[in-house]
């Protein structure tokens, strides 16, 4: 079974590719969502929304900028729920500004409860900059000098000001708390007191024999006493202890051990294990697994630490294999784990299960108050033996029992389209094991059908295996060529050269890409891009221009396991020893090291390297393209849009349209599917539909949502998805493939404009951008 970004249905994202990177709309339309689940929902939900949102694969900052966008039509809930997203996000300031923002309404509430959520949020300083605790501290000190303020409040106010107030605040937010320790009222004496042991007050304060006294009454109150009592308890043990190293550690003469190097990181492990408030329960191996990520990412941008799991999904991402039905799965818009697509050439898809069919058992298992990785493992498993399946269709009275057989499911990297005027549409998803086989299969069945010129999308693809890149290259060239050369400290000239497998290589061809095409995306483009085989359309590219290697480590070696299908990996149907009693495969931790960098055929090295200051050392990173053009994001003043389209599809009516009409129309909707021309006088019942709205959103607005609908469905019918998702990949809607498109068309000499599929429908402009290309082919 396998998990993907369902955005395209707006419900939560749970993903099985690390590294998958969603198109701008669709993370928009997923934080939105998302947040506004946690508007709807109870308070509690708050923090479990905000880190899901975290989760969702991106670069940080385009997460960020998804979140912020929110700001305007959320109420408290959606706020505290993005405030959480965002400090998940980033370890310092970065998102300081936006993480405020998000918080500042719940400090200012009337309701205590949102009050008493956003204050503890605020607990972790490192996240506001001089300016937001400047505001910070003009909004808290107030409720703690008052003696109106509501209690509860004011204790979580004066314990927020002693974490990010001035020496002379945290004096007065500790005398406001030791006066509630010595009020007569015996709850604020106790508010007081867990109050100062949370800012880790002297042990010989007053509130200390409060605590004891509480400590074995079974109330929320009496367990966190306990706790901080046994923190205590620690700290004076591990005193004791560092105390004994530190004489053990010195030798007669006063000079430090051999290992003295270490004493650092020994003496902060038990520093935080004695003090830190959640120091009982975070584990050692936790904080170095995370300490040694902090010295790796100090080295470069792209060396890390993997634990087992992290290697584990990252090798998935590269070789999407797996036993199971064959189907992309998630919890839709009901809370109900649901088929978001089928893979069409899967047993799933044969057993005739389609989109939006929703998964109710697992042989007689519920499904229900599991989440997906429970559900998936459930439905995955050996090749050969069979599951049942409970599904429910839209349309049915009672849901029905499958038996599917699972079998090896290959998850595709490649999609493509024969686009009018015989361009070629193939969108690569990732450069895994597979990538150049299944792009080769592409560009063969292109050919057969007449075509003309091609496009290949690499926007979104956040690179692979670097000989994978090669080979995708030289499908389009002709001869021994260079495609790119690597080199390091301690690692030779290696140089990758294309061999003699070319399909199409004397055909117009433009590549797209954005600032999220890295590694081996750079290099396909990049190559491509020197030897003149190719015009490069979109957005500056990512940047990534360095060669990692993965290495073991022999200090957590891999779990023994039986490799009975002898395919040299683990799969998860086979036998192993769990050695360290965890209940699952424990493939070992891998060291991901910069070794080498790559550098173009023309000698450039895409690479964005930082010097110590984090400045750019060489401006001329990434690879640029011939023509720059932005994906067009929606203007401010059509944003009130967004809100309304969200409402009609929680309503769920473009896909009940679709539904309404579909049996009687299928012809007519394969053939809107691939292209409407703009207009909505071919849809059936659409203006007694569009009425039935009563909305401002203009005929256009809702034909547009009403054809990504009909794509949903359509590709059930055709047996094949649509490239993208949304307006990305939709010759319609995605300005950035028109102008690919248009670019490979001028090359043929022909006019964009003068084929009848896009002539209404464009999004570009021309005059300048057409003579500089006419040029371009002119002096080939």
Same mark, same amino acid.
């Given at each position: 079974?396998?998990?993907?970004?369902?955005?395209?249905?707006?419900?939560?994202?749970?993903?099985?590719?690390?590294?998958?990177?969603?198109?701008?709309?669709?993370?928009?339309?997923?934080?939105?969502?998302?947040?506004?689940?946690?508007?709807?929902?109870?308070?509690?939900?708050?923090?479990?929304?905000?880190?899901?949102?975290?989760?969702?694969?991106?670069?940080?900052?385009?997460?960020?900028?998804?979140?912020?966008?929110?700001?305007?039509?959320?109420?408290?809930?959606?706020?505290?729920?993005?405030?959480?997203?965002?400090?998940?996000?980033?370890?310092?300031?970065?998102?300081?500004?936006?993480?405020?923002?998000?918080?500042?309404?719940?400090?200012?509430?009337?309701?205590?409860?949102?009050?008493?959520?956003?204050?503890?949020?605020?607990?972790?300083?490192?996240?506001?900059?001089?300016?937001?605790?400047?505001?910070?501290?003009?909004?808290?000190?107030?409720?703690?000098?008052?003696?109106?303020?509501?209690?509860?409040?004011?204790?979580?106010?004066?314990?927020?000001?002693w974490q990010i107030g001035t020496n002379e605040q945290q004096r007065l937010a500790k005398k406001v708390l030791l006066d509630f320790v010595k009020s007569s009222d015996r709850r604020l004496r106790i508010m007081g007191a867990l109050a100062l042991a949370d800012i880790n007050a002297d042990s010989n304060s007053p509130g200390w024999p409060i605590l004891q006294e509480i400590a074995d009454e079974p109330t929320a109150e009496g367990q966190l006493a306990r706790t901080y009592l046994r923190i205590e308890n620690q700290r004076r043990t591990f005193d004791v202890m560092l105390r004994q190293i530190s004489e053990k550690g010195l030798d007669k003469?006063?000079?430090?051990?051999?290992?003295?190097?270490?004493?650092?990181?020994?003496?902060?492990?038990?520093?935080?294990?004695?003090?830190?408030?959640?120091?009982?329960?975070?584990?050692?191996?936790?904080?170095?697994?995370?300490?040694?990520?902090?010295?790796?990412?100090?080295?470069?941008?792209?060396?890390?630490?993997?634990?087992?799991?992290?290697?584990?999904?990252?090798?998935?991402?590269?070789?999407?294999?797996?036993?199971?039905?064959?189907?992309?799965?998630?919890?839709?818009?009901?809370?109900? %784990? =649901? @088929?978001? +697509?089928?893979?069409?050439?899967? /047993?799933?898809?044969?057993?005739? !299960?389609?989109? $939006? &069919?929703?998964?109710?058992?697992?042989?007689?298992?519920?499904?229900?108050?599991?989440?997906?990785?429970?559900?998936?493992?459930?439905?995955?498993?050996?090749?050969?033996?069979?599951?049942?399946?409970?599904?429910?269709?839209?349309?049915?009275?009672?849901?029905?029992? %499958? =038996? @599917?057989? +699972?079998?090896?499911?290959?998850? /595709?990297?490649?999609?493509?389209? !024969?686009?009018? $005027? &015989?361009?070629?549409?193939?969108?690569?998803?990732?450069?895994?094991?597979?990538?150049?086989?299944?792009?080769?299969?592409?560009?063969?069945?292109?050919?057969?059908?007449?075509?003309?010129?091609?496009?290949?999308?690499?926007?979104?693809?956040?690179?692979?295996?670097?000989?994978?890149?090669?080979?995708?290259?030289?499908?389009?060239?002709?001869?021994?060529?260079?495609?790119?050369?690597?080199?390091?400290?301690?690692?030779?000239?290696?140089?990758?050269?294309?061999?003699?497998?070319?399909?199409?290589?004397?055909?117009?061809?433009?590549?797209?890409?954005?600032?999220?095409?890295?590694?081996?995306?750079?290099?396909?483009?990049?190559?491509?891009?020197?030897?003149?085989?190719?015009?490069?359309?979109?957005?500056?590219?990512?940047?990534?221009?360095?060669?990692?290697?993965?290495?073991?480590?022999?200090?957590?070696?891999?779990?023994?396991?039986?490799?009975?299908?002898?395919?040299?990996?683990?799969?998860?149907?086979?036998?192993?020893?769990?050695?360290?009693d965890n209940g699952k495969y424990d493939i070992g931790p891998r060291l991901k090291l910069t070794i080498a960098h790559y550098y173009l055929p023309s000698g450039r090295c895409v690479d964005k390297q930082l010097d110590s200051k984090g400045e750019v050392i060489d401006p001329d990173w990434g690879v640029t393209p011939d023509k720059v053009l932005k994906l067009r994001d929606t203007p401010v003043r059509d944003r009130w849009k967004e809100a309304v389209i969200y409402d009609l599809l929680e309503k769920d009516v473009f896909a009940k349209y679709v539904g309404q009409h579909l049996a009687k129309n299928r012809t007519l909707f394969v053939e809107?599917?691939?292209?409407?021309?703009?207009?909505?006088?071919?849809?059936?019942?659409?203006?007694?539909?569009?009425?039935?709205?009563?909305?401002?959103?203009?005929?256009?607005?809702?034909?547009?949502?009403?054809?990504?609908?009909?794509?949903?469905?359509?590709?059930?019918?055709?047996?094949?998805?649509?490239?993208?998702?949304?307006?990305?990949?939709?010759?319609?809607?995605?300005?950035?493939?028109?102008?690919?498109?248009?670019?490979?068309?001028?090359?043929?000499?022909?006019?964009?404009?003068?084929?009848?599929?896009?002539?209404?429908?464009?999004?570009?402009?021309?005059?300048?951008?057409?003579?500089?290309?006419?040029?371009?082919?002119?002096?080939?």
């Amino acid at each position: 079974m396998r998990q993907q970004s369902s955005s395209r249905l707006l419900s939560l994202t749970c993903t099985l590719l690390l590294g998958s990177v969603a198109t701008a709309q669709d993370l928009d339309a997923t934080v939105r969502d998302m947040l506004q689940r946690a508007d709807n929902g109870p308070l509690s939900q708050v923090w479990q929304i905000g880190r899901q949102i975290s989760d969702l694969k991106g670069k940080e900052e385009r997460l960020a900028s998804a979140i912020q966008k929110q700001f305007s039509s959320l109420k408290l809930n959606g706020r505290l729920a993005a405030a959480t997203a965002l400090q998940e996000i980033t370890d310092g300031t970065q998102f300081g500004k936006e993480f405020f923002t998000a918080l500042k309404p719940g400090i200012q509430s009337k309701n205590p409860e949102s009050v008493r959520a956003a204050l503890a949020m605020t607990k972790r300083d490192t996240f506001f900059n001089s300016r937001t605790q400047r505001e910070l501290r003009a909004l808290v000190k107030p409720m703690v000098v008052s003696d109106l303020t509501d209690p509860v409040i004011r204790v979580s106010s004066a314990r927020t000001l002693w974490q990010i107030g001035t020496n002379e605040q945290q004096r007065l937010a500790k005398k406001v708390l030791l006066d509630f320790v010595k009020s007569s009222d015996r709850r604020l004496r106790i508010m007081g007191a867990l109050a100062l042991a949370d800012i880790n007050a002297d042990s010989n304060s007053p509130g200390w024999p409060i605590l004891q006294e509480i400590a074995d009454e079974p109330t929320a109150e009496g367990q966190l006493a306990r706790t901080y009592l046994r923190i205590e308890n620690q700290r004076r043990t591990f005193d004791v202890m560092l105390r004994q190293i530190s004489e053990k550690g010195l030798d007669k003469s006063g000079k430090g051990a051999k290992d003295e190097e270490f004493a650092l990181i020994r003496e902060i492990l038990a520093r935080v294990a004695q003090r830190h408030v959640r120091g009982d329960t975070i584990g050692r191996k936790q904080m170095i697994e995370e300490a040694a990520r902090g010295l790796l990412r100090s080295l470069d941008r792209h060396s890390t630490y993997l634990s087992s799991d992290q290697f584990k999904k990252f090798y998935f991402d590269l070789n999407p294999e797996y036993g199971g039905i064959g189907a992309f799965v998630n919890f839709d818009k009901d809370d109900v %784990f =649901s @088929i978001v +697509r089928p893979i069409y050439s899967g /047993p799933a898809y044969k057993a005739n !299960l389609r989109s $939006g &069919d929703k998964i109710l058992e697992v042989d007689g298992w519920e499904t229900s108050g599991h989440t997906s990785d429970e559900i998936i493992s459930k439905l995955k498993g050996k090749p050969g033996t069979k599951v049942k399946i409970k599904i429910f269709r839209r349309g049915w009275n009672e849901p029905k029992l %499958f =038996s @599917i057989g +699972r079998r090896k499911i290959q998850v /595709p990297s490649v999609n493509h389209e !024969l686009l009018p $005027g &015989d361009v070629g549409y193939v969108e690569i998803i990732t450069f895994g094991g597979a990538t150049s086989k299944e792009l080769a299969k592409a560009l063969t069945d292109l050919q057969a059908r007449g075509v003309k010129g091609l496009i290949l999308d690499l926007r979104n693809n956040t690179g692979g295996y670097l000989e994978i890149a090669k080979e995708v290259v030289e499908l389009f060239v002709k001869g021994r060529k260079m495609v790119v050369y690597t080199k390091g400290r301690e690692v030779p000239r290696q140089e990758y050269m294309t061999g003699d497998r070319a399909i199409l290589a004397d055909i117009p061809l433009v590549v797209l890409v954005n600032g999220y095409s890295a590694s081996a995306s750079e290099i396909t483009a990049g190559a491509l891009q020197d030897h003149g085989r190719a015009t490069i359309v979109g957005e500056r590219s990512y940047g990534k221009g360095s060669v990692q290697s993965l290495l073991p480590l022999m200090s957590n070696r891999p779990e023994p396991y039986k490799d009975t299908n002898r395919n040299r990996q683990f799969d998860e149907w086979e036998p192993y020893e769990d050695l360290n009693d965890n209940g699952k495969y424990d493939i070992g931790p891998r060291l991901k090291l910069t070794i080498a960098h790559y550098y173009l055929p023309s000698g450039r090295c895409v690479d964005k390297q930082l010097d110590s200051k984090g400045e750019v050392i060489d401006p001329d990173w990434g690879v640029t393209p011939d023509k720059v053009l932005k994906l067009r994001d929606t203007p401010v003043r059509d944003r009130w849009k967004e809100a309304v389209i969200y409402d009609l599809l929680e309503k769920d009516v473009f896909a009940k349209y679709v539904g309404q009409h579909l049996a009687k129309n299928r012809t007519l909707f394969v053939e809107l599917a691939e292209g409407d021309q703009g207009s909505v006088a071919k849809y059936p019942a659409f203006e007694a539909f569009y009425k039935s709205l009563d909305t401002k959103l203009s005929r256009d607005d809702i034909r547009r949502w009403v054809r990504y609908s009909v794509r949903d469905k359509v590709s059930d019918l055709r047996s094949k998805a649509f490239p993208g998702g949304r307006a990305v990949g939709d010759f319609q809607e995605d300005a950035q493939l028109q102008e690919g498109i248009r670019s490979v068309l001028v090359q043929l000499k022909k006019d964009i404009r003068e084929v009848p599929a896009y002539k209404n429908i464009l999004k570009i402009k021309f005059g300048e951008a057409t003579t500089k290309d006419a040029k371009k082919v002119g002096k080939k």
